[in-house]
């Protein structure tokens, strides 16, 4: 268990649809990114927040959007939904710790999204 | 273009028999080089992380090696349930992981 928790786990909706996937950072982790995995590619970064701020971003279409709230929880919300969106969605939260920019991930189990 | 490269793609291994898989980058300015197992339809799991040229990380059977364009990650008599799919993934001011290796070990 990674300390990342996502909800749901699992999600079926048709073309069209909007639907919002949550995360919950480790304790203490301030870092969230998200990240889409599809059959046919690899683990295509998304988008990253710091504290409620974003911080970086990746290959995310424009219909995909994403925030982090106070309490540090993340909703990656997915619009206008095609066949083509259905993947796994993980969340990961970044280690805080030793002054560098860059920490381990620490993965939740991911979302599967499958549009019909 | 690429700039991680995992290789192979695939290892299909007989339990106990060693090898080792390759991830090469070809960026300038290495601020961290990450290792992953992922199982399938699982999240990532963090292995090592490794910083600077020359350092080496070990777990179990696991061994993960740094040079200044590549990584090592070397796994030492496979058991079956060291079968999974490996990732790196090289933070250079951005973030990119590689395809992966798949990795079965036969008994």
């Known amino acids: 268990d990674s300390g990342v928790t996502q909800t749901p786990k699992h999600l079926i909706t048709a073309t069209g649809q909007r639907v919002t996937l949550r995360c919950s950072p480790r304790s203490g982790d301030l870092s969230v990114y998200w990240y889409q995995q599809s059959l046919d590619q690899g683990l295509q970064f998304l988008i990253q927040y710091y504290n409620g701020e974003e911080r970086a971003k990746g290959n995310i279409l424009e219909r995909f959007s994403a925030q982090q709230f106070p309490d540090l929880h993340s909703e990656l919300n997915l619009s206008s939904l095609e066949l083509g969106d259905s993947a796994l969605y993980f969340c990961?939260?970044?280690?805080?710790?030793?002054?560098?920019?860059?920490?381990?991930?620490?993965f939740g189990p991911g979302t599967r999204l499958t549009v019909l | 273009e690429d700039q991680v490269t995992q290789s192979p793609e695939a290892l299909r291994l007989q339990e106990g028999e060693s090898s080792s898989l390759n991830c090469s980058y070809t960026?300038?300015?290495?601020?961290?080089l990450f290792w992953y197992r992922q199982d399938p339809g699982k999240g990532p799991e963090f292995l090592f992380t490794?910083?600077?040229a020359g350092e080496e990380k070990e777990k179990e059977r696991l061994k993960a090696t740094l040079t200044k364009k590549e990584s090592f990650l070397h796994i030492t008599a496979p058991k079956p349930e060291d079968s999974a799919t490996y990732l790196c993934?090289?933070?250079?001011?951005?973030?990119?992981f590689g395809a992966g290796t798949q990795v079965v070990v036969t008994p």
């Open positions: 960026v300038s300015g290495l601020r961290g």
């Open positions: 490794l910083y600077s």
């Open positions: 993934a090289v933070c250079w001011g951005k973030l990119q």
């Open positions: 990961a939260s970044e280690a805080t710790s030793g002054g560098r920019t860059y920490n381990e991930q620490f």
